[in-house]
């Protein structure tokens, strides 16, 4: 069983910076494909940003691209979210997910408030 852990979520002034940190716990690691998604109050948790196993390409919803950078390392079996620019709307629960094939694990979410 996968197991993933997330880090670095706090509270932030609008237009500052985090950067959240996933660490999974499996030698496979670099066999999975790994996103980071979000859950405002209210709202339906949505994908933010993905990046595949084996190439490293990476996908972004329209609502950060520009602002937020996810990246792996591989050697230290973690995903990260680098956050800029900040903004309110951003506030939200960050989860990490591990996708192969039809199998999808989730960390237990980080909290992200952005406010002043």
């Known amino acids: 069983q996968l197991q993933l852990v997330e880090s670095g979520g706090g509270l932030v002034q609008p237009g500052g910076s985090l950067r959240l940190s996933c660490a999974a716990s499996?030698?496979?690691?670099?066999?999975?494909?790994m996103s980071w998604y979000r859950q405002a109050p209210g709202k339906e948790r949505e994908l933010v940003a993905a990046?595949?196993?084996?190439?490293?390409?990476?996908n972004y919803a329209d609502s950060v691209k520009g602002r937020f950078t996810i990246s792996r390392d591989n050697a230290k079996n973690t995903v990260y979210l680098q956050m800029n620019s900040l903004k309110p709307e951003d506030t939200a629960v960050y989860f990490c997910?591990?996708?192969?094939?039809?199998?999808?694990?989730w960390g237990q979410g980080t909290q992200v408030t952005v406010s002043s």
């Open positions: 997910k591990a996708s192969r094939g039809s199998r999808g694990y």
């Open positions: 990046i595949s196993s084996a190439d490293g390409l990476t």
């Open positions: 499996a030698f496979t690691f670099s066999t999975y494909a």
